[in-house]
């Protein structure tokens, strides 16, 4: 097959080619910028794009992701919207398959047929693939994530028991980020020593965004309270002291639902105060930090002894 009529998503490769050497520079670049990595392999790279381009995303996430993109430097050339979205003059996206177009330059023109059959074929089953995985997520019997299981748990070392001693989410942004690395490490520490996800380094710099705490608050409701609402997210979030007791049975029947073992709640509780151990300057000296350690150890008993009732 002559390289003319070689197709790739509806674009002939020979058109590709008069567009010349910037566009692909362009893309290269834009993706270094957007990843934080130059593009490698392949299939890897797809695995970043996941979280974005999947049917269900949220435009709330659309809209985070493009805040995080760095400017490009080099002058735009025309790039069709297939392969890059525009999101004003020096940002934009780099798509699966502008990330294909970016795998095929380097290819010989003999082989180019082959690898761009190939190529358009992955693409097509990454778009199923992130479709059939977020269905399979959300039939997952409706449990809370284990990194949301993990943010509760922070509010109950930290002590956030009743609107007086609420979290409070900081009006600066700097300040936020600080909080939120302290608080996603205690839930992300907690989640993958019971085997569960970590929560991304992005991640961890958001709260009034934060999937964490909205799923959080999602699944275990009853038991949680948000504070008003003001135009830059919640203000507040505490743990009604009422709702601890069924508060415990619900994280310890999500907990049995992933198969855990005894020893490795006990782990997982016990890094969880290790890792709030670390950050219990920072919280103190917002006067947030509410933590007194009989309490800690009562609500390791309980969450101890609930697992223990689920699994009989």
Do not use: C
């Not at 794009?49 to 659309?62: E, I, W």
């Not at 890059?84 to 795998?103: H, K, M, Q, W």
């Amino acid at each position: 097959m002559s390289q003319e009529h070689v197709v790739l998503f509806d674009t002939s490769l020979d058109e590709v080619d008069a567009y010349g050497a910037p566009m692909l520079a362009y893309l290269q670049r834009a993706w270094q910028l957007e990843h934080d990595s130059s593009p490698v392999d392949f299939d890897e790279d797809l695995d970043k794009l996941r979280p974005l381009f999947q049917s269900h995303v949220t435009g709330t996430r659309v809209r985070d992701h493009i805040k995080t993109l760095p400017r490009n430097p080099l002058p735009r050339p025309f790039i069709p919207d297939v392969f890059f979205l525009n999101v004003d003059s020096e940002r934009g996206i780099v798509t699966p398959e502008g990330r294909a177009l970016i795998d095929i330059a380097g290819v010989p023109a003999e082989d180019r047929a082959s690898r761009a059959a190939a190529l358009s074929n992955s693409v097509a089953l990454f778009y199923g693939h992130s479709l059939r995985t977020w269905m399979a997520k959300s039939i997952e019997t409706g449990l809370v994530p284990l990194p949301s299981v993990g943010f509760v748990i922070f509010l109950l070392i930290n002590g956030s028991l009743g609107e007086e001693r609420a979290m409070r989410f900081p009006n600066h942004k700097d300040e936020e980020d600080a909080l939120a690395g302290v608080i996603m490490n205690v839930a992300s520490t907690f989640s993958t020593t019971l085997h569960g996800p970590a929560i991304k380094p992005k991640e961890r710099a958001q709260l009034r965004t934060s999937w964490v705490i909205s799923q959080a608050v999602r699944h275990l409701g009853r038991s949680i309270t948000r504070g008003p609402e003001k135009r830059t997210g919640v203000a507040t979030i505490w743990v009604d002291p009422d709702g601890v007791s069924p508060l415990l049975e619900d994280i310890a029947r999500a907990i049995h639902a992933r198969r855990a073992e005894p020893a490795d709640v006990e782990a997982a509780f016990d890094s969880a105060v290790d890792e709030y151990d670390r950050g219990r300057v920072l919280l103190g000296a917002w006067g947030i930090s509410h933590e007194r350690r009989r309490q800690t150890q009562q609500f390791r008993d309980g969450l101890l002894e609930a697992y223990f009732r689920t699994r009989s």
